[in-house]
């Protein structure tokens, strides 16, 4: 089992360094750190996925066509504008950001991959981007200045760190992300950055990377409005030696646990760190026909508005938890199925379930809400975690101005 | 063209009867109407198109089966429980529905919709629900009360009728709808009925009508989640005479151009009386390669809560309008995209285009906002509409209590 590492962050794994730097992205005048740099002392082997979006970020596609060898060695990210929707400016700037991160490392441009989380439609101050770049001093205990750097209507920095046994060696495996919100929001926007220092083959990076992001980040939704920018970048510089670690080894296994690990912590708290949100849902599908059934039940029920609502208002509604997965298309056999909210079970065996309205009331309170639902077709399982739907996150979104 | 008939309702063509009971569906001691019959003097052609929830209601299941031979005379309607998830109970509790209103009536109880909307999971009070229908006199002038009692947190009544020519004849069509929300909001349930004296072949009645519906109804979101109970039917008694309208024919082109005239209308009503919404969103979607896409886009646009609380806070902000794109699928050319927000183009050309704040924010105020999006990749266009995501929503969706 991987072990926590109070504290711990993207720098935690061996070689790894970041530091941040105050460039005023979106106001010149600003005074809080906005650009950063992390950095590998070695190249890594690298995986990346991206957002879906037809609509994508320059960086985004810059990133892409840099990831393409499967080697990185630095990520520049900044927040504050997005650099989406900028034509060939936006292409422009974003490799520039890469060619003044490279000169600043001392490493090859196509090594460096870009992340800019911000507005839409702005385009990006680049004298003081440039100049914030190079003022950046890169530190073995940077992680969560970078964590802070990419924040925006973060209310918290989002980094962990774990070690896990593999081969019979030690490593580290650690992660910073950045949530949902801005203080100028226009998506919901969603980096994780993941570092080991284990070595680690491409091949198997980019095949444990793709299963654990569909079984984290892919699974958190704080409003089901999908960002022109989410990035998740994994890297392993091998910088604590060992054999390679390679595809369906028990050291995959390993790597893959404590990955996972870090994903679904930093996944669970940009669900509850989400704009607005004062409660985290977490959502457990089980007996479904199919992992994708399991997986639509799941996330329609996160990202359903009223049963969002139901839960900022403490309602036992599981009538609603029934409309999301209808909703969803997930086949239910509605005479085997079985609806939860915490331990408190509201609809089984056919019928609705016998209730009592302070055990209901009392499931729903606290930070954190469990929604249990078996469909009855088949042995499929995913979960979820999204946030509630409060006054805050309408006044969060409508209270913007230009 | 059609013309308007002020007032008009569902039982504006002639042969069209409706009236209303106080059932106490909901609270034994309510005294607002919540039971009601729509009734046509003969059989009628019919066609119906339903939610296709997994989880569908019991009155749906009813109605499909009732409406499988293509014939109906009349519908009966409640509103305060949905009778949905409530097994084999609900299953007889629907069937005993349309056979009391069948009895009431005279007329075979497979010639009977059912539509039921409400709470799920709780059961029907058959005693008080077959007081009330026994109670129904139903009348030529019935139809808005009828538009009323199956209101739940509807502000106000939606019913509609127009004059058209057809085969040299005058006929009319005419129809009620319910839109989003319950005093007791469980769901976004939508009903429409919808009657015609014109004589319209069954083949002619249901094409018209899958198409009609996919161009008005299903174009209308009011928080993404799909009802367990969402129902259109519409019922041609032929009461004003002459010959059959047949498929493919002038006739059917005027037919077909007043139906889309009423539920136009009635979509739009139900859009603009969202839960909690103070403002209509239209969205016109132009330049798209494929129908599919450009729906896929509106509807986006429609449903993203990024969006609609920009909407409410008239914030100039397109980007998220590029985002809703971007995670609809819909293939765009971003530069030859253009996108506006009523008469103000805010992206052209594949740049920003410069923007007067007050214009900006002038496009935004009043009841009605239009969103346009030219994406540059083919020549198919759609409409939806939506309404914009108030704290007004979340209150009334998180302060029921049971």
Redesign the interface.
């Known amino acids: 089992m991987p072990k926590d590492i109070p504290n711990g962050s993207v720098t935690t794994p061996a070689g790894f360094l970041a530091g941040v730097a105050v460039a005023g992205v979106k106001h010149a005048d600003s005074t809080r750190p906005d650009v950063g740099l992390l950095f590998s002392d070695r190249p890594c082997t690298a995986a990346g996925m991206f ?6 970020g320059a960086p985004v596609t810059v990133s892409r066509e840099h990831l393409a060898n499967g080697r990185a060695q630095a990520i520049v990210a900044n927040s504050g504008i997005a650099n ?6 936006g292409l422009r700037d974003a490799r520039e950001m890469a060619a003044e991160a490279a000169a600043k490392l001392g490493i090859r441009q196509d090594d460096v991959i870009v992340a800019s989380t911000g ?4 385009a990006m101050p680049m004298d003081r981007i440039r100049k914030g770049i190079r003022q950046v001093e890169v530190r073995s205990d940077g992680g969560i200045d970078l964590a802070r750097a990419i924040m925006t209507t973060d209310t918290r920095p989002k980094h962990v760190a774990v070690e896990f046994e593999s081969n019979g060696r030690t490593y580290c495996a650690g992660g910073i992300a950045k949530g949902s919100g801005m203080i100028h ?4 926007t969603m980096f994780a950055f993941l570092t080991t220092d284990a070595p680690v083959e491409g091949a198997c990076l980019r095949m444990l990377m793709r299963s654990v992001v569909d079984e984290t980040f892919n699974m958190v939704s704080i ?6 920018s989410d990035t998740v970048v994994l890297l392993a510089n091998g910088a604590a030696g060992g054999e390679p670690i390679r595809s369906n080894t028990p050291a995959a296994d390993s790597f893959r646990e404590a990955i996972y690990s870090v994903s679904r912590r930093l996944a669970r708290e940009i669900a509850a760190d989400g704009e607005g949100a004062s409660k985290l849902i977490e959502v457990r599908i089980s007996g479904a026909r199919t992992l994708e059934e399991a997986r639509k039940a799941a996330r329609t029920i996160t ?4 049963m969002k ?2 839960v ?2 403490s ?6 938890i ?11 056999a ?2 085997r199925a079985e609806v939860s909210i915490g331990d408190v079970v ?2 089984t065996r ?3 379930a016998s209730v009592d ?1 302070a055990a ?1 009331r009392s499931a729903l309170q606290g930070p954190e809400v469990t929604i249990s639902a078996n469909l009855g077709t088949g042995d499929a399982s995913a979960v979820a975690w999204g946030c509630d ?3 805050e ?10």
């Open positions: 957002t879906r979006s037809t609509v994508e989406v929707a900028m034509g060939q400016t507005v839409i439609g702005w929001p226009d998506m919901g409003d089901g409005d999908t960002s022109t990202v359903s508005p009223l609502s139901a900022y208002g309602d036992f509604n599981w009538g609603r029934m409309m999301a997965i209808g909703r969803s298309g997930a086949a239910i509605m005479e509201a609809y056919g019928a609705a309205p209901a739907l409060t006054e996150y309408v006044k969060i979104n409508a209270e913007y101005t230009t």
